[in-house]
C-alpha cells in the first residue's frame, strides 16, 4: 500500500494510522504487528483505491454527520470527501461578500482529521446560487462571481485536493454548446476568468471543469473536450475534468474510450458523483466504471455521490449500501474491481505483435473495433470501425512480410485489409482482398504507449477512423500520417 500511494495519502495513512494505534493498549506490540504485515486484497475501497494509486471518495452531508452508521461508514470505506451542498455558492456566501463557511468547515475539518482528502465543489453553478447573485447580471455578476472564486478558493488553500471551478455549464442536446445561464451572459470567457481567479487564490488545488451527460463520447461531452484542449494551447490554468456518472440502467460503450481522450489532452479526469439507478444492471456497470478508470493512467479517483441509497438525492437506491448500511452488489462488485485492478493505469494494449495471435483493434479515439462490414465474405467488401463485440469479423491476424511489414488478415473472410485499386491518395478506402502479396497490402506497425500506427507500403499513409468518427459503421480510409488519435489502433489480443 505504501509503495504505489501518493505522497498525500501515503502521510494521511500514517496519520490515520497512528491515531488508530494510540487509541489501543498494548502500543508497540500492535505497532510490530501493523508493519510486519505486508499489504494484502484491501477490505476497504479507499484503500484498495490507494494501492492503485487512486482515492475512492463520497458525498457528505453535515445534517447525518451524527449519525453513526453513516459516518462510520464513511470513515471506514473512503478517502476523498466532497460536501454534497455545504460548499456551493449559496451556502458559503449566502449575502453578498458576507461568508459563512460553519457547515463547509464542519465536513472539511472532518475529512482532515480522520485522514482524508476533500474535493471542493463548486465554486461556480448557474444552479443554487444565493438568491442575491440570481438577481445580478452583467458586470455586476462576473465580478460578484469572480470575487466568489477568490475568497471561497483563498479561505481553503491548502486544505482542497481539486477545485470544481465551474460546474454543468455546458447545454444538454446535441449543440455541444454552453448552456444559456446569467453567468454565460456575463460574456463567454467567463470561465477562463475564474479557472485564472481560482489559480491565483489556490496554486495548490487541482482545478477541475465538472458536468453530467459527458460519459460517453458526445455532443456535451465533445464541447467540453474542446473547451478543455482550447484552455491547454493557451495556457488557461484547468489540471482536470470531472465526470459525474449520474447513471440509469445502462453506460455508454466508449465510456472508457471517453475518459482516454480527456487524459490525452493532459488533464485528469475524475468521477466525481457516481450513482446508478438500482436493477439487474447496477453492479455490472459500477464495476464497468471502476475498471474503466483504472485502465487509464490519468483517471485518478472516483467520488460516489451519498452513502447509503436512503441518503441519496435519488429515489432508485443508486448507491453501494442500503438503507441500513449494508454492503450491496454493487459494492462487492467495485471492491474487487479494484483489487483486481493494474496499478500503474495501463491501458492493455499488446506492445509487440505475435504472428500467431488473433487481435481486436481498438480505436483510440473512438474505442470502436476494425470491422468487416455487415460480414461480408467477398473483395471489395468495406472495412469500418464498429462497437467491439469480438465476433470473427473484428478479429485480425499480422503475417510478416518482412522488412517490418504485415499482412492483416480477417477471421472471418481469410481476407487481407488492402488500400483500394492501389490508391494513394488521402481518403483512399480501405477494403479486404484475397491475399496477392501486394504493397498495398503490406502495413509498417510502429506500437507506441501501447498504440499501434499502421502505416501502408504502397502508399506511406495511415490507416484510419475516417473523419475521426465515433460512429458505428464509418468508414475505414487511408490519410497522410499525423499521429491523430483516430490513426492508432490498441492491439487487444483475443485468441
Ligand atoms: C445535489 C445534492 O445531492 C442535493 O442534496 C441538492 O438538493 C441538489 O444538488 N450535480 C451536482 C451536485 O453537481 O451538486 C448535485 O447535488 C447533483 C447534480
Not at 253 to 265: E, G, H, M, T, V
Not at 313 to 319: A, C, M, Q, T
Not at 321 to 333: L, Q
Not at 456 to 472: F, M, P, Y
Request: aromatic residues 8%; glycine residues 10%; charged residues 15%.
Amino acid at each position: 500500500m505504501m509503495r504505489t500511494t501518493p505522497a498525500q495519502l501515503h502521510q494521511n495513512g500514517w496519520r490515520r494510522q497512528a491515531a488508530a494505534l494510540v487509541a489501543v493498549t498494548g502500543l508497540v506490540l500492535t505497532m510490530l504487528v501493523a508493519l510486519a504485515n505486508p499489504a494484502q486484497a484491501a477490505s476497504t475501497l479507499g484503500a484498495s483505491a490507494a494501492e492503485k494509486g487512486r482515492y475512492f471518495g463520497t458525498a457528505i452531508a453535515a445534517g447525518r454527520m451524527s449519525d453513526s452508521t453513516y459516518i462510520g461508514i464513511a470513515n471506514r470505506e473512503f478517502n476523498m470527501i466532497t460536501a454534497e451542498n455545504e460548499m456551493k455558492w449559496d451556502a458559503t456566501e449566502p449575502s453578498q461578500n458576507s461568508f459563512s463557511y460553519s457547515r463547509g468547515d464542519q465536513i472539511v475539518n472532518w475529512a482532515r482529521n480522520n485522514g482524508k482528502q476533500v474535493r471542493g465543489h463548486a465554486l461556480l453553478w448557474h444552479a443554487q446560487m444565493p438568491g442575491w447573485a440570481q438577481n445580478l447580471s452583467g458586470s455586476a455578476l462576473r465580478n460578484a462571481a469572480i470575487n466568489h472564486v477568490t475568497k471561497v478558493a483563498t479561505y481553503y488553500r491548502g486544505k482542497v485536493h481539486s477545485w470544481d471551478v465551474v460546474n454543468e455549464a455546458f447545454a444538454d442536446g446535441g449543440s455541444g454548446g454552453r448552456r444559456d445561464s446569467s453567468l454565460q451572459r456575463t460574456g463567454n470567457d467567463w470561465i477562463e476568468a475564474a479557472f485564472r481567479a481560482a489559480r491565483a487564490a489556490d496554486p495548490g488545488a487541482k482545478l477541475c471543469y465538472n458536468d453530467y451527460n459527458t460519459d460517453g463520447i458526445n455532443a456535451k461531452s465533445t464541447g467540453i473536450y474542446n473547451m478543455v484542449r482550447d484552455f491547454k494551447a493557451r495556457g488557461v490554468p484547468i489540471d482536470c475534468v470531472g465526470l459525474q456518472s449520474h447513471l440509469g440502467t445502462s453506460i455508454a460503450s466508449d465510456y472508457q474510450a471517453n475518459i482516454q481522450r480527456f487524459a490525452d489532452l493532459g488533464v485528469d479526469v475524475q468521477i466525481t458523483e457516481l450513482d446508478v439507478q438500482q436493477g439487474s444492471n447496477q453492479a455490472n456497470i459500477y464495476q464497468t466504471v471502476t475498471r474503466a478508470c483504472l485502465a487509464v493512467a490519468r483517471c485518478t479517483g472516483i467520488t460516489v455521490w451519498g452513502v447509503r441509497d436512503t441518503d441519496s438525492w435519488r429515489s432508485d437506491n443508486p448507491l453501494l449500501f442500503d438503507g441500513s448500511g449494508n454492503k450491496k452488489a454493487a459494492y462487492t462488485s467495485v471492491l474487487n474491481a479494484l483489487n483486481a485492478g493494474s496499478g500503474g493505469g495501463g491501458d492493455g494494449g499488446s506492445t509487440s505483435i505475435d504472428t500467431g495471435a488473433w487481435y481486436v483493434l481498438v480505436n483510440r479515439n473512438s474505442g470502436k473495433a476494425l470491422d468487416v462490414y455487415n460480414l461480408a465474405t467477398n473483395d471489395g467488401a468495406r472495412i469500418t470501425q464498429w462497437s467491439r463485440n469480438n465476433g470473427n469479423q473484428q478479429q485480425w491476424q499480422f503475417t510478416s512480410s518482412g522488412d517490418g511489414y504485415y499482412e492483416i488478415r480477417s477471421r472471418l473472410s481469410g481476407k487481407n485489409l488492402d488500400v483500394s485499386g492501389r490508391s494513394t491518395a488521402d481518403g483512399g478506402a480501405i477494403v479486404q482482398w484475397t491475399d496477392n502479396n501486394g504493397a498495398n497490402q503490406q502495413w509498417r506497425a510502429t506500437i507506441t504507449n501501447g498504440y499501434a500506427t499502421l502505416i501502408s507500403r504502397h502508399s506511406g499513409k495511415a490507416l484510419e477512423v475516417q473523419g475521426a468518427s465515433t460512429a458505428d459503421g464509418a468508414n475505414i480510409v487511408q490519410y497522410t500520417s499525423w499521429n491523430g488519435a483516430n490513426q492508432q489502433w490498441q492491439l487487444v489480443r483475443v485468441g
